[in-house]
């Protein structure tokens, strides 16, 4: 059965048994939720002790973000002043949920919950249609 471009109630009223019967036996036939990744921003703060981590764990943590650059789409430390030492960093990542954006910071190997803490927020990009390149 073919419908007209435009189906109003009163012309789907002879079949609402069948679409009644679809949509009981799977609410989701007419509508699929498309899950799409969720942008988040983590906002670390480092005591000055955690330069001593970076120091030794560079390495590690480069290997780590690379690994991972399909969900930590950007990455980098944060200054007080140009050339002054590290006071925390930033990520922007991109992850179908909360817990997996927990679950990358606190495997990274600059994560020592001692040393560096860090805020999780939802980011949602102004002029979202425009590209951006760094």
């Not at 498309?34 to 001593?52: C, E, G, Y």
Request: charged share 25%; proline share 6%.
């Amino acid at each position: 059965m073919r419908l007209p471009a435009r189906v109003t109630v009163r012309a789907l009223w002879p079949y609402q048994h069948l679409l009644r019967a679809c949509v009981l036996r799977s609410p989701n036939v007419f509508h699929r939720e498309r899950r799409s990744p969720i942008r988040w921003v983590a906002i670390f703060q480092d005591t000055p002790a955690m330069l001593a981590v970076r120091q030794e764990r560079e390495a590690l943590h480069y290997e780590y973000l690379q690994k991972n650059e399909h969900e930590i789409l950007l990455a980098g430390g944060l200054r007080e002043a140009p050339g002054s030492t590290f006071v925390g960093s930033l990520w922007v990542l991109e992850v179908a949920s909360r817990e997996r954006a927990v679950e990358l910071v606190e495997n990274d190997p600059y994560f020592v919950p001692t040393y560096r803490s860090y805020q999780l927020l939802t980011w949602g990009k102004a002029f979202a249609e425009k590209k951006v390149i760094l």
